[in-house]
């Protein structure tokens, strides 16, 4: 836990560093990976599970008996939570659709966009120390309304070779097309190359660890695109002195849980306030299953105390969090002070499991200050816009002196004699 108090402004650059690994090591671990995957496809997937998931597996491919298996094994109570949580993500991300939009720029010069699926999309599952099926939700759903017609899934299995049965309901559930048990770096270079059994995709989603966050930025190289880098989780909360200290421990803690090299934030202008949630951090954290965790997380999190609640804007624009909760007084009058972040969460009551479950905004997000430049998923990732143009005669005449003056300056006669032809013939038959 390091705890600053009042940090000059200059001090504000190193509040804001992550707690990543090695990136040389990593990536040079990672190369070996689609290396290898890229000459022996399934043998050296096979290789990786074993080494990396202590998993002898034999066929990569979900069977559809094995999908019928799982229906059996959830609860009527988690598929009812499930329901919800989907209903309500379709709910938020149809309402991205855009209408087309046909504009004239200039009299009979109209232009539009129409949006069309990527045809193929790998998305990535992360299983390695919690079974993330909510994931499945937050990437089928706007795969699925964008038109996506191939969705395979990847993710990791356990020792027995085999998939959280929630992943496979819901992937089933959600309309993945074809499912396949392997995780980490391997599966990222095997949607990226393909093999004998998995499909090369166009672009690949996901969150995942280091390694898996790694091979994404690395399957770019390889003309695959990707959504983002969404590796480990974050939270940044800002509180003021009306804010709970137990809510804001419980969310802080809601991340620091992820994994071991998770990072929290917390910035607060008041010292009492500071104080109490910090103790409240420190007692929650013992009843946590995965305490070793989070208590891992924790070491590494960032406790900063402030002079006013603008300076808390600045230190969390610059540190451009996954997710920014902000628990002040009339919080929505403070957004316009936001540049950076993937998705905020307002007020004190809007926590940030809301968000990661069940709310219908979507859980896949920038980390590692990738908030920045990046958003998040939305229907948007699934779908590439083509734009079109329709000009008549009547548009060529008012447009192409135009196009041939610049064409002219750039020196491409070609480009000018395109725009030449056509008026000539125009003129010719006027
Ligand atoms: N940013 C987001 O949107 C978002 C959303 C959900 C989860 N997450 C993050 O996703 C991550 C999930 O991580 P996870 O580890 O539980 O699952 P994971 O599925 O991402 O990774 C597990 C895989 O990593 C590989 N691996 C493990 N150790 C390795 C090693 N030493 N060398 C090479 N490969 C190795 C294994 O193949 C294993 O299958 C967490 O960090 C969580 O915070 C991020
Ligand atoms: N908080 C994660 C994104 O960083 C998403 C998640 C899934 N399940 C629980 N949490
Ligand atoms: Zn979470």
Redesign the pocket.
Known sequence: MIITKYPQKSDWKNLVQRPTLEKQNLKS?IAEVFDNVSKNGDEALRF??KK??SAEIADFRVSRNEIETVKSLISNDLKKAIQQAKSNIEIFHASQKEPINKIETTSGVTCWRESRGIEKVGI???????P?FS?VLMLAIPAKLAGCKEIILC??PNEKGEINPTILYVAELCGVTEIFKV????AIAAMTFGTETISQVYKIFG??????TTAKEMATEFGVAIDMP????EVLVIADEQAIPAFCAADLLS?AE??A??QVVFISDNQKFFEETLNELKSQLQNLPRKDLAEKAIENSQFILVENLSEAFEISNLYAP?HLILAIENSEDWTSKIANAGSVFLGNYSCESAGDYASGTN?????NSFSRSYS?VSLDSFLKKITFQNITKQGIQKLGKTIEIMAEAEGLFAHKNAVTLRLNQINQNN
Do not use: K, R
């Open positions: 671990l990786y599970s990396f998931d990535y599952i992360p299983s390695g120390t919690a993330l994931t993710s990791p995780g980490g770096s391997q969150p995942g660890n280091q390694f898996v969404a590796g480990p989780s991340q992820h994994g090299d998770s996954e859980h896949t997000l920038p980390t998040g």
